[in-house]
C-alpha cells in the first residue's frame, strides 16, 4: 500500500453476479456498491468512450445499432498492478481499467455522492 492512501486502496473486493453488483470495502473501513450495469456503461477504455460521444452527437432518432447491446455480467476480473481493476465481461470486452482512486470518487452512496455517482470518466 506504499504511496496510496487508506481511503482509495480496496480491503476487500467482492462481485455479487446474482445482485449485479461489486462490492468494495476499502481500508478506511468505507463500503461502496457498484452496479455492474454503471461499471459497464462507464467503461473507460478509449472504444466505448468514443461510442459514447458518438451518441451524444448522433442527432438522428431513426439511427440503429449494429453491434449487440454490451453485456453487463462480468466473465473474469484482474488487478492491474496495485492501481486499479480489469473486468472481461461476457461479451469478450475487456479494455476498461477502473483505477480504485477514481472509483472511491465515483462512490455511489448517499454521503459521498448525494446527486448519483458522477461518470467514471468526462467523455
Known amino acids: 500500500m506504499t504511496g496510496m492512501a ?3 486502496h480496496p480491503k476487500d473486493i467482492t462481485i455479487d453476479r ?7 470495502l476499502w481500508q478506511d473501513g468505507h463500503p461502496s456498491d457498484y452496479a455492474l450495469r454503471w461499471l459497464r456503461a462507464n467503461c473507460p477504455c478509449a472504444t466505448c468512450r468514443e461510442e459514447r460521444r458518438e451518441l451524444v452527437l448522433n442527432t438522428d432518432p ?5 453491434t449487440p447491446p454490451p453485456s453487463f455480467e462480468i466473465a473474469g476480473a484482474e488487478f492491474v498492478g496495485n492501481y486499479a481493476i480489469r473486468f472481461t ?4 470486452h475487456g479494455a476498461g481499467i477502473y483505477a ?3 472509483l472511491r470518487q465515483c462512490c455511489p452512496c448517499a454521503a459521498c455522492n448525494p446527486d448519483g455517482p458522477p461518470p467514471f470518466v468526462a467523455d
Open 6 to 8: 487508506a481511503e482509495t
Open 18 to 24: 446474482s445482485a449485479g453488483v461489486m462490492r468494495v
Open 62 to 66: 431513426l439511427a440503429l445499432s449494429t
Open 89 to 92: 465481461w461476457q461479451d469478450g
Open 100 to 102: 480504485f482512486n477514481i
